[in-house]
């Protein structure tokens, strides 16, 4: 979901941007655009696919039942140009994310990075909460979510769906995490 999307975003770009400690008080120019590089590369690669998964599959549960028109976007430009939005809503909070991280490192703060991206963690959990019968109720489309058609966020195939993008994602924030942590 669309509300998800953008703290856990910025959250992914707070954790590169303390796996890169090293490299950030470095302050060395051509080590700060490898890890600009890396990050806007990690939110094109491994946090990107997740929406659009869900907007293919799902489009009104994605953007929350906000809008009509998602189920709709076929022989449409500027309703299809929707993914160009949904692509820089994943890109642009990762690096606004790394650059948050990399502000506190500059400064010395390295627990307000982690105070940061935990306080998107939690923020994430209070918008499921908030947003949990949407969440866990779902309906594809925004007609079966007006017609009250509603399946189980539990039930095959959207919690199969949900195990591999949760995995795709959170694996590849660990690995890169690790592989940053190694560089100097």
Same mark, same amino acid.
Request: glycine share 4%; net charge positive; proline share 4%.
């Given at each position: 979901?669309?509300?998800?999307?953008? /703290?856990?975003?910025?959250?992914?770009?707070?954790?590169?941007?303390?796996?890169?400690?090293?490299?950030?008080?470095?302050?060395?120019?051509?080590?700060?655009?490898?890890?600009?590089?890396?990050?806007?590369?990690?939110?094109?690669?491994?946090?990107?696919?997740? /929406?659009?998964?869900?907007?293919?599959?799902? /489009?009104?549960?994605?953007?929350?039942?906000?809008?009509?028109?998602?189920?709709?976007?076929?022989? !449409?430009?500027?309703?299809?140009?929707?993914?160009?939005?949904?692509?820089?809503?994943?890109?642009?909070?990762?690096?606004?994310?790394?650059?948050?991280?990399?502000?506190?490192?500059?400064?010395?703060?390295?627990?307000?990075?982690?105070?940061?991206?935990?306080?998107?963690?939690?923020?994430?959990?209070?918008?499921?909460?908030?947003?949990?019968?949407?969440?866990?109720?779902?309906?594809?489309?925004?007609?079966?979510?007006?017609?009250?058609?509603?399946?189980?966020?539990?039930? !095959?195939?959207?919690?199969?769906?949900?195990?591999?993008?949760?995995?795709?994602?959170?694996?590849?924030?660990?690995?890169?995490?690790?592989?940053?942590?190694?560089?100097?």
């Amino acid at each position: 979901m669309l509300a998800m999307d953008v /703290p856990i975003a910025v959250m992914a770009g707070l954790v590169l941007s303390e796996a890169g400690q090293k490299m950030i008080e470095s302050k060395d120019r051509e080590k700060t655009t490898f890890m600009r590089i890396v990050i806007l590369m990690y939110a094109a690669l491994f946090i990107t696919p997740t /929406p659009f998964y869900y907007l293919l599959g799902w /489009p009104a549960w994605e953007v929350n039942f906000l809008w009509k028109w998602v189920d709709h976007i076929h022989d !449409h430009p500027l309703r299809a140009a929707f993914s160009y939005a949904l692509f820089a809503l994943a890109v642009i909070p990762t690096y606004l994310g790394f650059e948050l991280g990399r502000f506190f490192i500059l400064k010395g703060k390295y627990r307000w990075v982690r105070i940061c991206y935990i306080a998107m963690l939690v923020l994430v959990g209070i918008i499921i909460f908030l947003l949990r019968d949407i969440t866990f109720n779902i309906a594809s489309t925004y007609e079966r979510y007006e017609a009250r058609e509603f399946y189980s966020f539990w039930s !095959h195939p959207f919690v199969t769906g949900w195990a591999i993008t949760s995995l795709y994602f959170w694996g590849s924030l660990v690995i890169f995490y690790r592989w940053l942590r190694k560089k100097k």
